[in-house]
T-cell receptor
């Protein structure tokens, strides 16, 4: 039973436009959410996070939105750049637990 | 380098053999995690260390899998009697703290294990 779901295996976006990656979760005990980015043959790198007390966190071109009632979060990248082409993993954890649960990832292609 | 390192980067082994994968975390990081990424799958949690102890081994798929950490630093993941379904990329991550605080984990490049 997947607790963190990324339903889109891949997404293609024109350079300069907005990329929106979506993530759903089922465990209401999750209170901390993260996005990681992964290039081929490299380990994932931390991108941005949000705690459940917020509904938005922004860092440069990256913004994460959290909708607790819908158990949904999304990552917005604007404007999208070629270097953003990668696999993006959504992850969630609880402050009373030691591990975070990852989704299966969404492969983002930025088209020239 | 200051990052997490893993060795070997690639390992091809015959079914039934034992393999040992190594992780060197970032110096000073107390928490260490092992994950597995099979083809088309997300990152599957295997085991977590806080110092040298493993409070959570719940992700280990079977008793053929074991891990240890010595000196609060290097960790080894051992897979005995490897099976073809063990083929995956094994990722190690470390972080300064674990539960209740910073979740930012720093990942190594992974070890790609192929069991033939």
């Amino acid at each position: 039973d997947q607790q963190v779901k990324q339903n889109s295996p891949s997404l293609s976006v024109q350079e300069g436009r907005i990329s929106i990656l979506n993530c759903d979760y089922t465990n209401s005990m999750f209170d901390y959410f993260l996005w990681y980015k992964k290039y081929p043959a490299e380990g994932p790198t931390f991108l941005i996070s949000i705690s459940s007390i917020k509904d938005k966190n922004e860092d440069g071109r990256f913004t994460v939105f959290l909708n607790k009632s819908a158990k949904h979060l999304s990552l917005h990248i604007v404007p999208s750049q070629p270097g953003d082409s990668a696999v993006y993993f959504c992850a969630a954890g609880g402050n009373r637990d030691d591990k975070i649960i990852f989704g299966k990832g969404t492969r983002l292609h930025i088209l020239p | 380098g200051a990052g997490v390192s893993q060795s070997p980067s690639n390992k091809v082994t015959e079914k039934g053999k034992d393999v040992e994968l190594r992780c060197d975390p970032i110096s000073g990081h107390t928490a260490l995690y092992w994950y597995r990424q099979s083809l088309g799958q997300g990152l599957e949690f295997l085991i977590y260390f806080q110092g040298n102890s493993a409070p959570d081994k719940s992700g280990l798929p079977s008793d053929r899998f074991s891990a240890e950490r010595t000196g609060g630093s290097v960790s080894t993941l051992t897979i005995q009697r490897t099976q073809q379904e063990d083929s995956a990329v094994y990722l190690c991550a470390s972080s300064l703290v674990a539960a209740g605080a910073a979740y930012e984990q720093y990942f190594g490049p992974g070890t790609r294990l192929t069991v033939t």
